[in-house]
DNA sequence: TATTGTTATACTCTATAACTATA
DNA sequence: TATAGTTATAGAGTATAACAATA
């Protein structure tokens, strides 16, 4: 198609654009966490994580494959939000080498403290200042581009193999 | 308009697509620098903000505040980047409290050799999957965004009031 | 032997505060 | 007094490798 070294002023402004946007709101999620929950993103992250799986509990090595960490890097996260009362880890019954963590109730009620002001600032600064037709069409182009990342995963982006019980 | 503690659908995705194809995009540029020039992120912003600037040169606090990290900070990664050859540090013959960073033909270069690798990989990740017509949308709905950003900065991102010599 | 999780350790990066030297 | 830059220092977070327990 076009020259593969070069871009013109729409892609660039297009790229440019997207870097600006994603590190200014990604900017102003941190601190309104901070803020409201006293959490990091990953911490944040960590609990949705928990949130979202059954029974509000995962295994240790399951969750860092889930969020691409190193497992001693979880191990401590795992240990602050223990500390803070979170999430508890327990060791699991069927294996003994496995530690499940799972969201306590404290956990959960912080995830509802933090929400509805992520939510928030989600709406003011990327939501509210476009028209409906802009949305729709900002959420369809970028859901095409993850897609095909998602397809062709950019080495150091691809899952790791995940090893079941075999 | 809709209950701004709430996000439905479309407006979730295009979040949550805007923050992944982000990251995704910027942890392939990220490997790509370090791979094919040996740079960080920042660094190459130093060297890029150093190329765009007049003589290729820039006072320390002046970088710093279009950076917008701190001085130190900057003198971390000034070192490293004169260790590396890609820049000198000289005091600044009108203001000998001054250090004027310069980007070397070393610098230069180094920038030649890592700018079609990083439009490669742009083009490649996000421009090439879109048609015209949705890189044109996703370029405006962006841009619209940002300023509206740029307008009422999140705190955080506030730029540094500049202090000019008076 | 392989896997799970933790620990010991080292490294990168950032910022705050103290300091030096100019203005 | 105020500003420019560096340095000393500390803190957060990440990962690799060694380790203990279990499979």
Redesign the pocket.
Known sequence: MTDPERLDATELGAFFALMEVSSLVQHAVDQQLRTDGGL?N??FKVLMTLREAPGGRL????L?DDL?????????????LEKAGLVV?TP?P????????SLTAEGRQRIEDVLSGHIGVVRRLLIDPLSRREITALGEALTKVRDHLRADPPRSAAPRAR?R?P
Not at 68 to 80: D, I, M, P
């Open positions: 990091t990953v911490q295994r240790m090595t399951d860092a691409v960490v190193s497992r001693s890097g979880l191990t401590y996260q795992a240990g602050l880890r699991s069927e294996d003994e080498r496995s530690t499940t963590l090893r019980n």
